[in-house]
């Protein structure tokens, strides 16, 4: 079985700075990994994903992460947040050919301040 | 293009009614659907899945239980509410058609539903 660890539940900073979201998975077997946005009282979006290849992987809203194995991390990385990136981020692994579930974080509300 | 609905959007239930919330997805057919569950102050916890008409996996005891009547049809349901039943409820799909087993198909979730037990 795979579990999920996002170290901070809150992370607050101020528009223009950069951020970084924390995540560390355990798994016996190869992995995909995810990234996923919400917003108040929205569904979850999905920011980005790692499935083989690179290990940067770009996605939406200017958002990167970098897998590293050896580390069992995928943490989430942005040059330069803005207000609009207010949000709660919820890394997500899913076991390479296993059932189709995704084992989610808790997740890390993001506060970007003025 | 596909989508996801979820209805209601709110509902306030008094402990022990019943309940019936329900997801449909249109624009695909044949996906696996899913039931989370959201805490205040938690992740995501998976609730049930399902992978066509009439399958449904249950992830965890609970007093919640789940229904599949149409292929693009996911309902989840309870005899009787409890106070711990209250969250947030999202409703997700995937494509059932996943090829070999180590690909991967992204999962769409609909826009939820706040569930409030007093």
């Known amino acids: 079985a795979q579990s999920v660890t996002q170290l901070d539940s809150q992370v607050p900073v101020f528009e223009e700075a950069p951020v970084e979201l924390r995540c560390n998975y355990s798994s016996s077997v190869s992995v995909y990994l995810f990234w996923y946005v919400q917003y108040p009282n929205q569904g979850l979006q999905l920011l980005l994903k790692y499935l083989s290849g690179s290990t940067l992987v770009k996605g939406i809203n200017g958002f990167e992460a970098e897998f590293n194995k050896s580390q069992t991390s995928f943490h989430l990385r942005k040059p330069s947040v803005h207000i609009s990136d207010t949000a709660e981020y919820f890394c997500a692994v899913k076991a390479g050919g296993s059932a189709r579930q995704l084992t989610f974080g808790s997740g890390t509300q993001l506060t970007v301040l003025p | 293009s596909q989508t996801i609905h979820q209805w209601p959007a709110t509902l306030v239930q008094p402990v022990g009614s019943p309940l019936s919330l329900e997801c449909t997805v249109e624009?695909?057919?044949?996906?696996?659907l899913y039931w989370y569950r959201q805490a205040a102050g938690r992740g995501l916890q998976l609730l049930f899945y399902?992978?066509?008409?009439?399958?449904i996996s249950s992830e965890v005891p609970q007093n919640l239980s789940a229904s599949r009547p149409q292929d693009r049809q996911f309902i989840l349901s309870s005899k009787k509410l409890l106070l711990s039943d209250s969250g947030f409820y999202l409703c997700?799909?995937?494509?059932?058609?996943?090829?070999?087993?180590?690909?991967?198909?992204?999962?769409?979730f609909g826009p939820g539903t706040r569930l409030t037990v007093l």
């Open positions: 997700a799909w995937s494509s059932g058609t996943s090829g070999r087993e180590s690909s991967y198909n992204e999962q769409f």
């Open positions: 624009g695909t057919s044949n996906p696996n």
């Open positions: 399902s992978v066509g008409i009439g399958q």
